[in-house]
């Protein structure tokens, strides 16, 4: 699959069958096949969090980032499903009892200007920019003209953000967000590269505009020393790679504590939805699902509102034959 990308199925002992998501490619196949396999058959565990941990003390001497909590996302991700399924509850169910919204507020993330304007055609109510096109270390004047170009055709009140992908320095970045403070910008996505910790802490410090990541990071250890360093002002977790929904809900938590927003990474996908939906009472925001993530039924539908919300047991997904 695109990016690595896993699909994962695990057979519960009552018969339920789950499926999941996860990241790695083959090499996250083969640690779930050699080395999480042989902590969770005949395991006496019963609850997804209990899986979770075990899978995650198993590998905690060589697993901490990377591929193996990749795979442990799409394992963590299939249990919650078959678990779900098996007790006749949808995942949001499971995390809260408030009554469901029927809709999620949605930003469409683009790669190029026909896609803008396609989006703003189709009134979308917030655009993220993709600026990798524009190189290392662009012309903030050139990146202003875009944004602002953007804005004349958003309008007023609707959402802008950027996505450096990791591609820019300090210097870049701050000059950039100087450049575009004009035009009301939500974030400034990963700047600099993910492990460059020292930049993010000094550019949410010192950047006019908020600074998100936390896409490429993972487990809740990963973003507690996020939240310790003030590296981001919102995180950007990708369930499919983090660790999972049994993380994703400890980073809600952490960032509760230290009041940092939470935006998930490719929120309106089947599996982010329900936790953006559940734990996010002030400011749910989902982010479009890829064109290429293909493989599932039981993708949401998108309108002009956002992305719709319904409720089926698990995460309301199976395979495309």
Same mark, same amino acid.
């Given at each position: ?54 899978? $995650? ?180 977790p990708d369930i ?35 936790a953006i939906a ?16 293909? $493989? ?26």
């Amino acid at each position: 699959m695109s990016l690595g990308q896993i699909v994962v199925e695990v057979i519960l002992a009552t018969g339920e069958t789950g499926i999941g998501v996860g990241g790695g490619g083959k090499s996250g196949i083969h640690v779930i096949d050699s080395v999480l396999s042989e902590c969770l058959v005949d395991s006496d565990k019963e609850t997804p969090h209990q899986f979770h941990k075990v899978m $995650c003390d198993h590998t905690s001497f060589y697993g901490r980032k990377g591929v193996v909590p990749m795979a442990i996302s799409g394992v963590d991700l299939a249990i919650w499903d078959a678990y779900g399924k098996n007790v006749g509850k949808s995942v949001y169910e499971l995390l809260t009892d408030a009554p469901p919204p029927t809709v999620l507020p949605m930003y469409q993330t683009v790669f190029d200007d026909a896609e803008a304007e396609l989006a703003v055609r189709d009134g979308k109510q917030a655009v993220k920019l993709h600026v990798e096109r524009f190189g290392d270390r662009p012309q903030p004047e050139a990146i202003g003209d875009l944004v602002r170009a953007t804005r004349d055709r958003l309008g007023d009140g609707k959402a802008i953000m950027l996505d450096a992908f990791g591609r820019w320095n300090v210097e870049t970045t701050l000059a950039v967000a100087h450049e575009i403070k004009q035009y009301d910008v939500d974030w400034i996505e990963e700047p600099v590269r993910p492990d460059q910790l020292d930049d993010y802490t000094s550019l949410n410090r010192e950047s006019p505009i908020p600074i998100a990541g936390g896409e490429h990071e993972y487990l809740e250890e990963g973003f507690l020393d996020l939240a310790e360093r003030k590296a981001v002002s919102i995180f950007q977790p990708d369930i499919n790679w983090c660790g999972g929904l049994t993380s994703l809900i400890q980073i809600y938590r952490i960032a509760e504590d230290a009041g940092i927003r939470v935006v998930p990474h490719r929120g309106s996908e089947p599996y982010s939805l329900p936790a953006i939906a559940a734990l996010d009472r002030k400011q749910p925001l989902a982010e479009s699902a890829r064109s290429w993530f293909d $493989c599932l039924n039981g993708m949401a539908q998108v309108t002009p509102a956002g992305v719709e919300f319904s409720l089926s047991p698990g995460f309301g997904v199976s395979l495309k034959s």
